[in-house]
């Protein structure tokens, strides 16, 4: 995916204020606007040109953005960092001014813009409130998977984004104590009420609405209520079947091994998963691991074995 340098694309400095950036928007889409353009290029530098604004002049995506630094070199592949988007706290786009033109995403977007704000949850933003209450904000953020198994409090820093004196929005953490519900699954909201933004003389604040994603774990792989994990077995364990113990959240369970079992077959342990009405279940999916040949007695072994059980993996192949 290439990357798209925004502050290039409109023609301004990465400490540009929203005043220059509107001013450049403004050129720009004079310009190349389709209606009016001669240039050959025009509407696909519109599209362009729009993109960046759109994320420009909101405080939210350019902070975020931001972070991204200058991009890889030309012609190296941009990818997102895993937990891109997780920790940003944002509220909704203001409108376009006059003369502006509001942004399409959907549809018009480039891969680079979709990947960044789509799948984190800034396209769009929440809805709208009464004005006699504040608007509501939103985050993704990143919890350990033992606080669905288990419950309990984390602490969580978001990144708030603020415009500075400068005219420059820059990112500042915030701290909150959240309580994490028991059986929480990735994608669930945690709703803290009156945390969202204050407007002066409104009745309420708004609240901040966390969506929850998991952070990697060393054993389990969440999906919704279940969870998953490769479950390594010895050859022989596969072929003639074994009664072996395993790892579950509720801690060791056995487990019994059919004879005859391939790499890649799933076993279910039923109500294993997170805590649910009714709980989810835990899948094990078996991966054979060899021991080394890396001594002579090994190497025997393997060869006796070789000899004993005449065998070709390959003969589906054909000739």
Request: glycine share 12%; aromatic share 8%; net charge neutral.
């Amino acid at each position: 995916m290439e990357f798209k340098d925004y502050y290039a694309i409109m023609g301004v400095a990465r400490n540009a204020t929203a005043d220059q950036i509107k001013q450049a928007y403004r050129k720009l889409a004079r310009k190349y606007h389709p209606d009016v353009s001669k240039e050959k290029d025009a509407e696909a530098r519109f599209k362009e040109i729009g993109e960046a604004y759109e994320v420009l002049r909101d405080a939210e995506k350019r902070a975020a953005y931001d972070q991204l630094g200058s991009g890889p070199p030309p012609g190296q592949e941009f990818r997102p960092p895993p937990d891109w988007g997780s920790g940003f706290e944002f509220r909704g786009a203001g409108q376009p001014g006059p003369g502006e033109r509001e942004f399409a995403y959907s549809g018009d977007a480039s891969e680079f813009f979709e990947t960044l704000f789509g799948r984190a949850g800034f396209a769009g933003g929440p809805r709208r409130r009464p004005r006699d209450r504040g608007e509501d904000h939103h985050a993704r953020v990143m919890v350990d998977l033992e606080a669905a198994l288990e419950g309990g409090t984390r602490t969580l820093t978001l990144r708030v984004p603020e415009v500075g004196a400068d005219g420059v929005p820059k990112l500042i953490d915030r701290t909150l104590n959240v309580k994490i519900p028991r059986g929480i699954q990735a994608g669930q909201h945690i709703r803290l009420a009156g945390q969202g933004e204050t407007i002066p003389g409104a009745a309420s604040p708004g609240d901040l609405f966390l969506e929850v994603a998991f952070a990697p774990h060393r054993l389990y792989r969440p999906d919704g209520r279940d969870l998953n994990f490769d479950l390594p077995v010895a050859p022989w364990e596969a072929a003639l079947g074994a009664n072996i113990t395993v790892p579950t959240p509720g801690g060791p369970v056995e487990l019994r091994i059919p004879a005859g079992s391939k790499g890649g077959t799933r076993l279910r342990l039923r109500g294993r998963g997170l805590p649910s009405s009714p709980p989810g279940d835990l899948y094990a999916t078996l991966q054979l691991v060899l021991p080394p040949a890396d001594d002579a007695a090994a190497r025997s072994a393997y060869e006796a074995f070789a000899s004993a059980v005449p065998f070709n993996p390959r003969a589906g192949f054909g000739a």
